[in-house]
């Protein structure tokens, strides 16, 4: 069985949370108490059709107000694959949470209203998707049912979707789907009402995207500990502990150890008792080196040394997610994995509008849920790879200072 | 980027290890809350590994609420004996001898709310930074909400519409002197995937997890174990039968499934047969629907 993480995102009222409650339902997933609670809050609304919506708002906030406030995650799983998936807001104020939720995804779902078309939201989630460099965006054109299941007005935003993906470098694998979460239509059942649909179902997409990340062949090994042990069984065993961000690493590589450059063999790989001979992205591992080299925390084991990783100056588009707003000159501390370094924001290039992705507008500040190119300078280099180039060593957050709070994603240019 | 040759279990393990790696490379001086229930076992076993050959660097916190089943205590003492880690365990009955709990009344007196002032005197007594703990999403719909690092300020408090947005893998702990963080290594497993990866890893279980013989209290369409603690009223009825245990809180508000389930594998076929989830046996949980975010907010796990 594998893993396949998902992230959906909708404008308030799309119905985000009855597709995912629909999904579970005719997938055959919900538990007996999710059936019972869905059951007992349709009766006291009135409702006609089964209220799914209930499964996922989680906060109290969130069923007095009806809408989704933070990202929730749902587990299910069928009979061949896991499913991860992160429920994100529509509001325009909780954009953030999309960008969290899209960043641990390898697949977005964007949900339109077949009544209303393409929204400003609608623009933006697009636009986080691509900047996220996601493989797979399936558009969901929802509530059919109340359009007639009409051919037409799917067709018409259909060409809107091709309109706007065409304005990006950029290209996922598109998906155009009509459905009807209320209804069930395309779900995981086949739409009779929509015959003039020959295309999967949500479930067939979902259950035929190949799941992976997508990173480099060239090895980044994140050092977060180093593990020294002195007993009868081990005598002087000393490994760094981490994990493996991109690439691969075998027993016999020579490594360079960044920032220092000095180069080394690796001759041992631990997980737990297993010592296998290679690991590669995602493992966690240990690592031991041929040589008594002076590593700690922070640090970066990879193939052979790259110039680009050392740089103090880095092009980056961001994403703010803090009230507070971003000031030309002001101090954060830059994360990425286990790194971190004081930076300065030298510059503010241009405010991005995902309505226009090509065009910059001049801002003097960012706001929350503004998106711009920037420029950052760091104090010591924290190994960066573009994020096009290797999305799993591209992305960094900037921490406020004074609060400690993440105030921003950003996504390394150069 | 050949994540999906592993398996899924192995992907959360690489994941939880991460995790538990970076609490102890960020926080000056975390711990490991312990139950004794199958979800905090997992998380002792994935510390273990993650930093085996050396031992695991933060001692195990166990809020003990004198209600526990023997047989949790049992093997918590056994199984710290053989990890070789420091054990810490506060008492709740003491935080209602020194008065800054009162011990609830009437049929459904539990002391599981309770819990919280015992933690956060305990977090405070010690200067812990971080708390790990053995929740997952899957098990209710405000956990499905909560940070895998979560911040809590001085009063132990969640604030739910404050979170740090977590991304990628990077996690952000940094805090004021006082706050403290609650981290999530096993966020991302479900209760499927927990009773999987012991089967898997052969990781033994208290023994009130497989079916046994005992003495129970049947109340409002539920079983619970018949003990000292427990409140009874007129309508309980006592009874006698095989039950298991699918999770584990205290004796008092935690209910008993009927079955004959004896080996981990018996206990999957029946978990998935059955359709219904672990957190329906959580009376504590039952109180309303916002009663473990309201708990939350109080400073609960």
């Known amino acids: ?12 009222d799309d119905g985000k949370s009855t597709l995912i409650g629909r999904f579970l339902n005719d997938s055959n997933a919900l538990t007996i108490e999710q059936e019972a609670l869905i059951a007992r809050k349709t009766k006291e609304k009135g409702l006609e059709d089964l209220d799914f919506s209930v499964i996922t708002d989680g906060l109290i906030a969130e069923r007095e107000q009806g809408i989704t406030i933070d990202v929730a995650h749902i587990y299910f799983s069928s009979s061949e694959r896991k499913f991860i998936i992160a429920d994100s807001p529509g509001h325009v104020e909780y954009t953030r949470n999309m960008v969290t939720g899209a960043s641990n995804s390898e697949v977005s779902i964007i949900l339109i209203d077949a009544r209303k078309g393409l ?4 623009y933006r989630h697009y636009f986080i998707s691509n900047l996220l460099r996601l493989k797979t965006v399936v558009f969901c054109i929802n509530k059919m049912d109340i359009v007639d299941y009409s051919e037409d007005v ?23 789907l009509p459905i009807s979460s209320l209804k069930g239509d395309n779900v995981v059942i086949p739409s009779a009402a929509m015959s003039w649909y020959k295309g999967k179902t949500l479930s067939q997409i979902l259950h035929t995207i190949k799941p992976g990340g997508q990173g480099s062949k060239n090895l980044r090994f994140d050092v977060q500990q180093v593990i020294h042990v002195q007993n009868k069984e081990f005598i002087d065993y000393r490994a760094y502990a981490g994990k493996v961000i991109s690439g691969t690493v ?9 920032p220092s450059g000095i180069v080394s063999e690796v001759v ?38 790259e110039e680009t990783l050392l740089s103090k100056n880095i092009t980056a588009t961001l994403v703010w997610m803090d009230e507070k707003p971003a000031v030309l000159s002001g101090k954060y501390i830059l994360q990425s994995g286990t790194r971190t370094s004081q930076c300065r924001l030298e510059a503010i290039k241009g405010l991005i509008l995902p309505e226009k992705p090509d065009e910059f507008q001049d801002a003097e500040f960012l706001a929350l849920n503004d998106i711009a190119k920037v420029r950052l300078k760091v104090a010591t280099p924290l190994f960066l790879d573009a994020f096009d180039y290797n999305r799993l060593n591209g992305a960094f957050i900037l921490i406020d200072a004074l609060t400690n709070t993440t105030a921003a994603v950003g996504f390394t240019e150069e | 980027m050949t994540n999906y040759l592993q398996s899924h279990l192995q992907t959360l393990e690489d994941e939880s290890i991460y995790i538990i790696r970076e609490v102890v490379g960020q926080f000056r001086k975390p711990v490991l809350l312990f139950s004794g229930g199958k979800d905090s076992i997992t998380l002792a076993r994935l510390a273990q590994k993650a ?34 880690v420091e054990l810490i365990v506060r008492y709740v009955q003491d935080s209602i001898d020194q008065n800054k709990v009162q011990e609830e009344t009437g049929k459904h007196a539990s002391r599981n709310a309770l819990q919280t002032v015992t933690l956060l005197d305990a977090i405070e007594e010690f200067g812990f930074d971080a708390c790990m703990g053995g929740a997952r999403r899957d098990e209710e719909k405000s956990r499905a909400k909560e940070r895998i690092f979560s911040v809590r300020d001085d009063f132990g408090q969640w604030d739910a519409k404050k979170q740090r947005p977590e991304l990628f893998s990077t996690l952000n702990g940094k805090i004021h002197f006082g706050e403290n963080v609650r981290a999530f290594p096993i966020s991302n497993w479900t209760e499927e995937d927990v009773w999987n990866y012991i089967a898997q890893e052969q990781i033994g ?15 409002d369409g539920a079983y619970l174990a018949y003990s000292a603690y427990l409140n009874l009223v007129e309508t309980d009825e006592i009874t006698e039968t095989t039950v298991r245990f699918r999770t584990v809180g205290d004796m008092t ?19 998935k047969a059955s359709k219904s989830s672990e957190r329906g046996a959580r009376i504590d949980d039952k109180r309303s629907e916002a009663a473990l975010e309201e708990r939350k907010k109080g400073g609960y796990f």
């Open chain 1, 1 to 12: 069985m594998d893993l396949l993480r998902i992230n959906t995102a909708g404008s308030v």
């Open chain 1, 154 to 176: 799917f067709l018409a935003i259909a060409t809107d979707i091709n309109k706007m993906t065409a304005q990006y470098s950029y290209k996922p694998d598109v998906y155009i």
């Open chain 2, 51 to 84: 930093f085996y050959p050396a031992k695991i660097p933060f001692p195990f916190l166990h809020i003990d609420t004198g209600h526990n089943f023997p047989e949790t205590i049992a093997y918590r003492d056994k199984l710290v004996n053989e990890l070789g």
């Open chain 2, 205 to 219: 279980l208290p023994s009130i997890y497989f079916a046994h013989r005992r003495k129970l209290v049947y109340r």
């Open chain 1, 268 to 305: 041992g790989i631990r997980k737990f008792t297993n010592t296998p001979a290679s690991a590669s992205a995602g493992e966690s591992i240990q690592i031991q080196l041929k040589d008594d080299i002076d590593i700690s925390r922070g640090m970066m084991l990879v193939n052979k040394k």
């Open chain 1, 250 to 258: 075998s027993v016999g590589d020579s490594i360079t150890i960044l």
């Open chain 1, 119 to 122: 929204l400003e939201q609608t």
């Open chain 2, 253 to 271: 508000c935690t209910a008993a499934f009927i079955s004959e389930a004896a080996t981990i594998n018996e206990i999957m076929h029946e978990n």
